[in-house]
């Protein structure tokens, strides 16, 4: 479903991602893990066709995203860290304006704002203006962008920042569910309890290369602490790394 080909990302001499290759199966959970400054929202960039990668390919689900941007990206919903969105329209508004981003029918379009509103519990403030929101709601605004269109590939990063409890464990039992419909998930976070929760398969980078991809078991293969949680693991790994 998604697959990256010795992707490197350059800025002068720095080099933020470097060769990185993976291959991203239909379906499941897939976690990307890291420090900060480690490369991931670098490539999620790349993945969302926001950044353009300085050397090798990216598709996603069968479409190069360099030569069919548009057919890679209509499939592909994007919740980023810092969600931007439009201060003075209300939430519904916004929905609206994405649904037309996608080209949805109305009617269609009107449904899938109902269900994604009643899912993430925003039809009480669907009619109020964004800017009255709660960083919480925003947040919950944002998935919900990400969702209206029916994607096949759905990008979250970081995604429980700034969830209450009660926020955090819906998303979680919502991202297991859009998994087992079908749903090819790619969760970037540092919440390795989260990562160890939820994900089928997961890759640790670290000053732009890939350290690991697996699931837990080749993880703890590939470090020999069998009986080791995820943390333990990742600073076994990731040691000498600062964060930025």
Avoid at 33 to 62: C, E, Y
Avoid at 104 to 110: P, S, V
Avoid at 151 to 159: A, N, Q
């Amino acid at each position: 479903m998604i697959k990256l080909e010795n992707v490197t990302k350059r800025y002068g001499s720095f080099v933020a991602v470097d060769n990185v290759s993976l291959t991203i199966p239909a379906g499941g959970i897939f976690a990307f893990l890291g420090v900060n400054g480690a490369g991931k929202t670098t490539t999620i960039r790349m993945m969302t066709g926001i950044l353009q990668p300085s050397s090798g390919s990216i598709s996603v689900g069968g479409f190069d995203l360099s030569e069919a941007p548009l057919e890679a990206k209509s499939i592909i919903g994007y919740v980023p860290d810092r969600p931007n969105l439009y201060p003075k329209l209300t939430g519904r508004e916004f929905l609206y304006f994405v649904c037309d981003l996608h080209r949805m029918n109305h009617r269609h379009a009107e449904r899938r704002i109902d269900e994604v509103l009643e899912e993430y519990s925003l039809e009480r403030w669907q009619d109020e203006l964004i800017e009255s929101y709660s960083h919480g709601m925003k947040q919950r605004l944002a998935t919900c962008a990400a969702l209206v269109h029916d994607p096949r590939v759905l990008i979250v990063d970081e995604p429980m920042v700034g969830l209450d409890p009660h926020g955090a464990k819906h998303l979680k039992e919502s991202l297991k569910a859009y998994a087992q419909s079908g749903l090819t998930v790619f969760l970037s976070t540092h919440s390795l309890n989260v990562a160890e929760e939820l994900a089928d398969h997961l890759a640790i980078i670290n000053r732009g290369s890939i350290l690991a991809v697996g699931t837990l078991e080749d993880i703890r293969n590939l470090t020999g602490r069998q009986d080791e949680d995820l943390e333990h693991m990742f600073l076994e790994l990731t040691a000498g790394s600062q964060e930025h």
